[in-house]
């Protein structure tokens, strides 16, 4: 990633707020992705223009509650992390459920892994409220959605025949999909970037749909905003 001074990245953010800021709600939400305004918080990171047009909706509408927030982009397999700001604090590839598709099967969260078939091991879309927590063993995850044991996470170590970090390095987000459905990030990432802003508090996630518009998320379609939670269950 390349980070340009601080100095000209608050008046990048600063300008790019104010287009948006007088842009109306209404007018935005109507817009098709390519035609929304580019966020500059990006600061040269590539992205998709579907999670371009998620940060600069959560940056317009004031979304994200005045808390750190993240954009997951199941197509492209990666994770953006910004502050509260809208200032983004890092990035990098994922890996995701198995199986292609936006829903979760229904009570998923609270089966045993290996009663979850293939194609029941996606990642769901939505709008959700996370929060930092341990899984049954012992591990410090950030839950994205408690119920579905759905949940941000390190990688592990795991069966070799995965290739789990062979998946992550890789340039194509093809072989990507390997998870139960939680979202999965190098260890670096996960203790340099994850943990230090999103490890305290509440943050929203953003996991953009791969069936459905983009726009599905700021008010196209209801996808409901996860409650709080403070347990833990074993994550995906």
């Not at 109306?24 to 390519?34: G, I, K, T």
């Not at 990098?92 to 998923?108: E, N, W, Y």
């Not at 943990?195 to 943050?203: C, D, I, K, Q, V």
Request: hydrophobic content about 45%.
């Amino acid at each position: 990633m390349r980070i340009r001074s601080t100095t000209t990245l608050h008046a990048m953010v600063a300008a790019v707020a104010l287009v948006l800021l007088s842009t109306p709600v209404s007018a935005l939400q109507e817009l098709p992705a390519r035609q929304l305004p580019l966020s500059a918080a990006f600061a040269g990171e590539a992205a998709s223009t579907d999670a371009r047009y998620a940060a600069a909706s959560v940056m317009a509408l004031a979304d994200n509650k005045g808390l750190p927030f993240v954009i997951i982009d199941k197509k492209d397999a990666k994770i953006f992390v910004f502050d509260a700001s809208g200032r983004l604090r890092g990035a990098s590839a994922v890996l995701l459920g198995l199986a292609s598709g936006d829903l979760s099967v229904p009570g998923i969260g609270q089966r045993p892994l290996t009663q979850i078939l293939p194609a029941e091991r996606t990642t769901p879309a939505g709008r959700f409220l996370s929060q930092p927590g341990r899984n049954l063993q012992g591990e410090q995850v950030i839950w994205v959605n408690y119920s579905e044991g759905l949940a941000i996470h390190r990688m592990r170590p795991g069966n070799s025949q995965e290739q789990r970090r062979e998946r992550l390095a890789s340039a194509t987000p093809d072989d990507n999909r390997i998870s139960l459905g939680c979202v999965v990030v190098p260890v670096a990432f996960y203790e340099g970037v994850v943990a230090p802003l999103l490890g305290r508090s509440y943050s929203v996630v953003y996991v953009l749909p791969e069936t459905r518009p983009v726009q599905a998320l700021f008010g196209g379609e209801a996808m409901g905003l996860s409650p709080p939670f403070s347990a833990a269950v074993a994550g995906r």
